[in-house]
């Protein structure tokens, strides 16, 4: 398979649930992004990992707590969610973040839906 | 603050042409970006200016003027699979991304 691969595409939650998103890029690229999309809204960036080293955390609440153990996967942690985080989360890579050019290869995201 | 403007939809025929605007005020430019994205799909890079003019790419074309802040993709020979949201998005100086809300584009028979 090639490209970047999220998981769950679909996911609903209750407020006091604890459930991650997974993501898994298949480009041999050194950085991974979350970002959340939500309806009407520019993308948002929460975080940013470039050679498995945290390099951005946009004031995230703690709530969402991302881990990217090797440079292919990134997941993301989510508990106690509120029902404003009910949004599209896209996971993202890139071979070099420093550059200008650089351009994103985005995953499907994961639809999520807290109640 | 930085902010990206464009129109949030627009309607065009299929055959015809559409252009998409987009207006930016950020700190600074390094490039600025049209991504595709289709109704539960992921974003798809389209293309990327960084000089002023015309970069054209089959039936795509995007311009950008700096010193107006301003972009337009242009869309020719309209076809269905055209109907998708279309996201500008600028580097600043600092190189981070800052996106507009996308515009949603439909195209009627």
């Known amino acids: 398979e090639t490209g970047v691969t999220q998981t769950p595409r679909h996911l609903v939650m209750g407020m006091t649930n604890k459930k991650s998103l997974k993501c898994e890029q298949h480009?041999?690229?050194?950085?991974m992004y979350w970002y959340k999309q939500s309806a009407k809204k520019p993308l948002e960036l929460m975080f940013v990992?470039?050679?498995?080293?945290?390099?951005e955390n946009n004031s995230v609440p703690s709530r969402f707590s991302p881990e990217c153990p090797n440079s292919s996967h990134l997941f993301l942690h989510l508990h106690t969610l509120q029902p404003e985080d009910s949004a599209l989360y896209l996971c993202a890579s890139s071979q070099d973040p420093g550059t200008g050019d650089e351009k994103l290869f985005f995953g499907s995201g994961t639809q999520l839906s807290v109640l | 603050g930085q902010n990206i403007d464009q129109p949030t939809e627009m309607t065009a025929t299929e055959g015809a042409i559409v252009q998409i605007n987009c207006t930016y005020q950020?700190?600074?430019?390094?490039?600025l970006f049209w991504y595709q994205q289709h109704a539960g799909e992921a974003p798809t890079f389209l293309s990327y200016?960084?000089l002023d003019g015309l970069e054209e790419k089959g039936r795509f074309s995007s311009f950008l003027s700096r010193s107006k802040g301003y972009s337009y993709l242009l869309l020719k020979e309209l076809q269905m699979k055209d109907s998708a949201s279309y996201l500008c998005a600028v580097r600043d100086s600092n190189y981070q991304l800052i996106w507009g809300a996308g515009t949603k584009l439909i195209i009627k028979p």
């Open positions: 480009l041999g690229h050194n950085a």
């Open positions: 950020t700190s600074g430019f390094n490039g």
């Open positions: 990992y470039n050679f498995k080293e945290q390099t």
């Open positions: 200016n960084v």
